[in-house]
């Protein structure tokens, strides 16, 4: 299912006053008062509810009958996507948290990851479920997949990812399948409901996208 940037629900045009105050603007970097000030609703909370709900679903058909579900949460993007998604899940879950970076604050994905903490447990004969923000070029999963096969025999590893972006992929991960998928998106750069430009926006309870002019690295 793709999400064409078409929809009259994405139109609307996002104050930056909603986020932040006049004077919370002024002080802020330039490129943050510049994304800021150029979003556009792209999903709202209600599309977004009903989205991970039947996601959730989808989960608890797949792991119908499983002892325990271990879910990788990859911080810092997952965080509202897990939280709303384990509360619709029938299977026993055990969650564990992972944190991985991309270089760099740009609209861009960089490409190269940056582990911060990839502390696990032994993840041996278990269920395991890989919770993604976004999947864009895939690089990030493709190294996190490699990893988890090289350190642990687990019973079966599945990708849920919240957004995909498809034409964004990379030859180098084209070989990474996404299991679970709520939203495919165009090669857009979004915030909100976890994602943030440089720290910022992550509280948003709705996805945004940013409209204005290619942003420079340097901020
Ligand atoms: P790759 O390219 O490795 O990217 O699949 C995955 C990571 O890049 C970040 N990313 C984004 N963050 N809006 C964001 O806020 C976006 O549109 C976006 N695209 C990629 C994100 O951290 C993700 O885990
Ligand atoms: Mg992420």
Redesign the pocket.
């Known amino acids: 299912m793709m999400i064409p940037l078409t929809d009259s629900q994405h139109n609307t045009t996002i104050s930056p006053l909603t986020i932040f105050s006049a004077e919370q603007l002024a002080h802020l970097s330039p490129a943050v008062a510049q994304v800021a000030t150029h979003l556009n609703l792209y999903l709202n909370e209600s599309t977004i509810a009903n989205r991970v709900q039947a996601l959730a679903q989808q989960l608890n058909e797949t792991y119908e009958g499983v002892d325990e579900l271990t879910i990788i949460c ?1 911080l810092k ?1 997952s965080f509202m996507f897990l939280s709303d998604l384990v509360k619709h899940l029938k299977v026993p879950v055990k969650v564990e948290f992972i944190r ?1 970076a ?1 270089y760099g604050n740009n ?1 861009q ?1 960089s ?1 190269k ?1 940056k582990t911060v903490d990839l502390t696990l447990p032994s993840l041996e004969g278990k269920h395991v479920l890989i919770l ?10 493709s190294f996190l997949v490699s990893y988890l096969k090289d350190l642990h025999q687990t019973a079966s590893l599945k990708l849920a990812v919240f957004l995909d ?1 498809p034409t ?1 992929r990379k030859p180098e ?1 084209q070989h990474i399948t996404v299991d679970f998928v709520a939203f495919s998106i165009e090669n ?4 909100g409901y976890g ?3 440089s720290g910022h926006f992550r509280q948003l309870p709705y996805v945004a996208t940013y409209t204005g002019p290619p942003l420079s690295d340097t901020h």
Do not use: M
């Open positions: 990859v993007g991985l991309s609209t994905s490409g990851v993604e923000d976004i999947i864009d070029t895939g690089l990030t999963l972006k964004a991960a857009t750069f979004v915030v994602l943030d430009f």
